[in-house]
């Protein structure tokens, strides 16, 4: 999707993809430095990593604890610091400075893509690894009304509830199912990706017929063993790709400074991840 948006742009860029072993994540941080990259994404198991290894972090990154995206910047004649693509001579010092796309790609894609308002709605949440915190956080700084955080490990859960209720005082907070309708329920685990995964919550305790939407931040397969038990029981359905467009979205334009082409990017994507056109 980024080649496809610096086609539009008329960029001479590439956008490829490099695997890095946790233990060489500052090697690699440094030798993108080195060879002058504009920046560069990262993905687990590097996001929270990455947060000590940055010159700087922008609010985004301090407010939910991860760097997902990295622009590398450059003084620039005026003693600016900018982003190295978009100053003409940038030939200084480069300093890496830590974004966080991810959070706000999560909440433009449930409302986008599931037509509904996060602010003041019951959410029942899947999983508080990584993803599954970030989406805690941001939802709960959104204003949702009510959060009930649902993990395997229950003492994780316990910690980023109490976390929850410092940072957000005005949100309820609850760890375990819900005893009331919800009108969204996320996936944020990786239980689906695989063929013959169960579901990432036990029906016995909730039923997906109590929930109005369901969101799994998966988007390979398109559709999860619990998208379609969602989709089944009456629910709106609707995988992660958004949020994978629009994260990405995010980072090219930090990268750009230019308005990211959102068609070409998503007609890309869906060829790239399921063979077919927007």
């Known amino acids: 999707m980024h080649n496809a948006g610096y086609g539009v742009l008329g960029l001479d860029w590439c956008y490829v ?39 700087e972090l922008d609010e985004s990154a301090k407010l939910w604890g991860a760097v997902n995206t990295v622009v590398f910047e450059v003084e620039d004649n005026e003693g600016l610091w900018r982003p190295v693509g978009q100053v003409r001579d940038g030939g200084g010092v480069l300093k890496s400075k830590g ?14 893509d599931l037509a509904i308002e996060p ?9 508080v690894g990584g993803a599954g915190r970030t989406a805690a956080l941001r939802l709960a700084d959104e204003g949702v009304g ?21 940072r957000f005082p005005a949100v309820h907070i609850r760890v375990g199912y819900p005893d009331s309708d919800v009108e969204i329920v996320l996936n944020a685990t990786s239980l689906g990706l695989k063929a013959g995964d169960g579901l990432p919550l036990d029906t016995s305790k909730y039923s997906l017929t109590r929930a109005f ?16 038990a ?11 790709l958004g949020m994978l467009l629009y994260q990405g979205a995010a980072a090219f334009e930090l990268w750009t400074g230019r308005p990211a082409p959102l068609q ?15």
Request: hydrophobic share 45%; charged share 30%.
């Open 213 to 228: 939407t369901a969101y799994d931040m998966i988007y390979r397969p398109a559709e999860t063993a619990f998208l379609r």
């Open 17 to 55: 993809a490099c695997e890095v072993a946790p233990e060489r994540l500052k090697e690699a941080l440094e030798g993108a430095r080195a060879m002058r990259w504009m920046g560069v994404n990262l993905t687990v198991p590097h996001k929270q990593l990455a947060v000590p290894l940055m010159d």
């Open 119 to 127: 602010r003041g709605a019951r959410v029942l949440l899947l999983g």
């Open 146 to 166: 009510e959060l009930w955080l649902v993990n395997r490990t229950e003492s994780k859960a316990v910690e980023l509830a109490r976390e929850l209720e410092e």
């Open 99 to 112: 974004y966080n796309t991810d959070a706000d790609a999560i909440v433009r894609s449930i409302r986008d």
């Open 230 to 240: 969602a989709r089944e029981a009456g629910c709106r359905v609707s995988n992660g």
């Open 264 to 278: 070409a990017m998503k007609t890309a994507l869906m060829k790239e991840v399921y063979g077919t056109g927007a």
